[in-house]
């Protein structure tokens, strides 16, 4: 039985790896941005804003863009389901003498693998080539792991809640600059509406706990421009929190779809 559920994860992660829009959205296009940005800043500022080692001008850029692309994992969750569960050929998977929720639960996992390994191969470049500032290690990869999930887990509700992959693609793209436009990067929400509860939801949205969470973790702490206070080294304590916040959001987003997809017996 693991055997085949084992090349039914194969057969999706290779097909996700492969596939264009997926090298373009996850790896290319974000690579691009970051080092277009990166390089605005360089022109920007007469001199780096180097602390040990680490360029803060660049962290500034990179951290945020991370954690916001890899968001966009929810369209390979969305694109993967439909072509395996509702797609054309969904009969042929069907039919093999599989259980039929092996196929979800692959998809799912291969799906979140693909982000993830796309993700850390941002974090590598970026790190060597711009001596981004990527704090603790295994806390950055955290804060990696949960943000993946969480894109796979908006992927999962928009497929269980809608009728077609264009209609949750439609849904999930404005959401996720939503999302960051909350946070304080992309869309200036913050600034064109000043209210507490847009401040609250910033706050404690998954990708400004995630951001910041990186940057608690590090040797060099961080001014937090949104809540105007000084973080002077590195607070493990409340890097942690955050990654305990960020990973409790994304088991309700999980939850819910799951739940969603049982009661609508899509498994």
Known sequence: MMKQFGLIFKYTLWRTLKHP???LAMLLIPLLVIFLF???NDLNTEVDLIFYGFNIGHTWQVIPNL?????????TMID???????GANK??????PVKRTYFPVATMLAGWVATFIQGLLIVLVTGIVLNVMWGTWW???LFLLGISLLGQGIGLILYVATKNSSTANGIAYPLIFLMAGFSGFIIPIRDLISHRIVYFIGDWSPLTLAIRGVWYSGPIGMFDSVAERLYTGQDMGLAMRNVGLVFAITAVLWAVGLGIGRVKKEW
């Open 67 to 75: 954690f916001f692309f890899q968001l966009f994992g929810a369209m």
């Open 38 to 40: 990166s390089a605005v």
């Open 80 to 86: 993967n389901m439909y072509e395996i569960m509702r």
């Open 91 to 96: 009969w042929r998977f069907f039919a093999a």
């Open 139 to 141: 806390v950055t990869l």
């Open 21 to 23: 829009m997926s090298f």
